[in-house]
DNA sequence: TAGATTGTTAATCGATTAACAATC
DNA sequence: TAGATTGTTAATCGATTAACAATC
C-alpha cells in the first residue's frame, strides 16, 4: 500500500471531528460530498483520504455509515490504543497540556511529567506526579514509556532529547522552537507555535502594505 | 512577484532562528548550504526561499551577510511592527501563551485579554488585564485591534468568532479544534494540537503493528 | 429507469530537486 | 586561476483536481 501522506493524515482528525459531531446529531450516514462541503475541502480528496482508512466501501447513491467510518478513522490514527507519554517541562505550557481533557479520548495518556526546578517536584497536576530529571531514565524504563512531550526552553531541548534517546523514547513531540538533533529511528514532530505566528503575522503585514486595513 | 507558499512561509522561522544562533555565535557570513545542512533540507530549496525575502543577493563564494539576512526575514515576517491582538479564554492554554515571552519580538503584543467566567474578570496575568466579553466589541474598535486569539472550547469558538467579526477582526490564530465559518477577508490560522497528535499517534501506531517495538 | 454517489484513471498544478552557467 | 557558491532553467516528483465509468 502507497505511503500516507501527512496531508492526508493531518485531514483524518478534521473528518473525524466533523463526523463525530453527525453522529451526535443522529446522521447515520454520510457522503464524500457533504464532508467536503462542510470542511471547504474537494470533494474527490475526502473520498481518497477516506479510501485509506476503509476497508468497508461507501455505497453509491447512500455514501458511508457514519459510525463505521468514525470508528475506522479512530483504529487508523490509533486512538484506541492509550500511548503512554512523558512530559518534560512543567512550564505554563506543560501545565496546559497535563490539563487538557482532550487527548485522552484520542489515546493520549500523559503518565508522568519532570523538571528539574525542585519547587516544582512532588507537586500533582491532574494526578500527574512532577518528578526530577534523575528520575526519567528509570521511570520511562520501568513504566516502557515511548513517546515524551518536550516542553522546556529552546536552550535545554538538546540535553533533554539526548537523555530522552538513552531512556529508549521512540518519539518526540516537541513545542521548543528549535531542531533536535535524533537517530533515523526516533520520530520527531515539530510543534512550534512562534513559526505558527510567523503566518499569521506576514498575512496581517500583507494587510498593512496593501492598504487594505484602516 | 509569485506568490509565497505555505512551505516557504513556514520554513523562514527557522532560517531566522538558525540566523539568529549563528550571529549571536559572531558568525558574519552564512551559506545556504550551511543552513541546508543545519536544518536537514535542501540546499536549492534554501536558496529559492532566501530569494523570496532578501533584495541584497549573496555573493558567489561568500555567501550571504548573516545580520542583513536576519533583518530581511524580519521585515519579511512582519516581526518589525508590533500587532496588537486580544486572547479570549483565560483558561490553562491561554494563560499559558498570555505567558509566553517570545512573541514580543517575533511582533505579537497581546493586549487584552477577554473571558466569559466572572471569577476571571478583571484579574491581570503579566499585566494584561482580563475583561468580561460584553468589553470585547468596544474594546476592540478602540484599540483598533486586527488579530485575535482564541482558546476558547469548541462549543464557543463559533459564537466568539462571530462577535470577532463584528468587531472589526482581520485575523483569527483559533487554537480551538473546530473549522470556523467567517467571510472571506478574514484570515484564519488553525492551531490544532489534536492534529498534531494524531501525526504522532499515527506514528506510534504503525510502530506496534509493524512489531518495531518490543 | 434516472440520478446520486461511488471508485478509478488521466490531466493539471505546484513544490522539490537536479543540472548548469555565471561570478566572486 | 581554481573552486566554492550563487542564481536560473529544466526535470522530477507528488498532491490535487477533473473526467468518467460503475453501481446502488
Known amino acids: 500500500m502507497k505511503r500516507i501522506s501527512i496531508h492526508t493524515l493531518k485531514r483524518l482528525p478534521r473528518y473525524h471531528q466533523y463526523l463525530l459531531e ?8 454520510v457522503s464524500a ?11 474527490v480528496q475526502v473520498r481518497k483520504d477516506i479510501q485509506y482508512v476503509t ?5 453509491p447513491k447512500t455514501g458511508h455509515i457514519t459510525s463505521t467510518l468514525v470508528y475506522e ?4 490514527l490509533g486512538y484506541h ?6 512530559l518534560i517541562g512543567v512550564g505554563h505550557l506543560g501545565k496546559a497540556l497535563l490539563n487538557y481533557e482532550g487527548f485522552l479520548e484520542k489515546g493520549l495518556e500523559i503518565s508522568v511529567a519532570f523538571d528539574k526546578d525542585e519547587t516544582k517536584i512532588d507537586q500533582s497536576i491532574k ?11 528509570p521511570i520511562c524504563n520501568r513504566l516502557k514509556i515511548q513517546l515524551a512531550i518536550i ?15 538513552e531512556s529508549g523514547i521512540k518519539a518526540i513531540w516537541n513545542f521548543a522552537p528549535t531542531t533536535l538533533v535524533v537517530p533515523s529511528d526516533v520520530f520527531v514532530y515539530q510543534e512550534d507555535l512562534s513559526i505558527s505566528f510567523s503566518v499569521v503575522s506576514h498575512h496581517l503585514q500583507k494587510l498593512v502594505t496593501k492598504g487594505d486595513i484602516k
Open 22 to 29: 453527525q453522529q451526535h446529531s443522529g446522521v447515520q450516514k
Open 33 to 43: 460530498k457533504q464532508i467536503a462541503l462542510a470542511l471547504e475541502l474537494n470533494e
Open 55 to 59: 476497508k468497508s466501501p461507501g455505497k
Open 73 to 76: 478513522i479512530e483504529t487508523f
Open 81 to 86: 490504543q492509550t500511548n503512554h507519554a512523558c
Open 127 to 137: 494526578q500527574i506526579k512532577v518528578l526530577p530529571m534523575s528520575q526519567l531514565r
Open 151 to 165: 516542553t522546556v526552553p529552546s536552550e535545554q531541548a538538546q540535553e533533554v532529547t539526548d537523555l530522552l534517546i
